[in-house]
């Protein structure tokens, strides 16, 4: 039984409580959307962008700094991300696997992997290595709907 999608509503109401700092934006009830904005620090503060309509899957970005691309490194120019090359989002769970389901609460699901990519991301930046284990996104392919 799959249990029912949290409406946007809920979504923001849970984002509010649970992280204040996450500013929500374009709240677009009938299209059941929202846009978020708010700094995660790690060794460094991150603007970060989330974007979500219903029962879709969530987009997150690192609006700042811009993240740094190692060319020629064996796990890609920047890993566990989709559009690497120019807007990338974070691979932030295997779509495969049904890790994210529209009945969580982003605040307490998207918010914390954008926090564990991050502290991953700053670890490949001095070893080369990610930690976070996982796939590495495929590229996606004009057309492809799955």
């Known amino acids: 039984m799959t249990e029912r999608a949290l409406s946007i509503d809920e979504q923001v109401l849970a984002m509010k409580r649970d992280w204040p700092g996450f500013r929500a934006s374009h709240i677009a009830r009938r299209k059941q959307s929202a846009r978020w904005i708010g700094t995660a ?6 603007k970060i962008e989330i974007r979500y309509t219903v029962a879709m899957a ?8 811009a993240l740094i691309r190692l060319p020629g490194n064996e796990e890609g120019s920047l890993p566990h991300v989709y ?9 932030l769970y295997d779509p495969a696997t049904d890790e994210w389901q529209p009945s969580m609460p982003l605040s307490q699901k998207i918010v914390p992997w954008t926090l564990d990519w991050l502290a991953c991301y700053e670890f490949w930046l001095m070893t080369e290595k990610w930690p976070g284990g996982g796939r590495h996104p495929q590229p996606r392919i004009a057309g492809d709907v799955t």
């Open 41 to 46: 620090s790690h060794l460094q503060p991150y």
């Open 58 to 65: 969530p987009e997150v970005r690192v609006l700042s700094p």
């Open 83 to 91: 559009d690497a090359s120019s807007d990338p989002t974070l691979c």
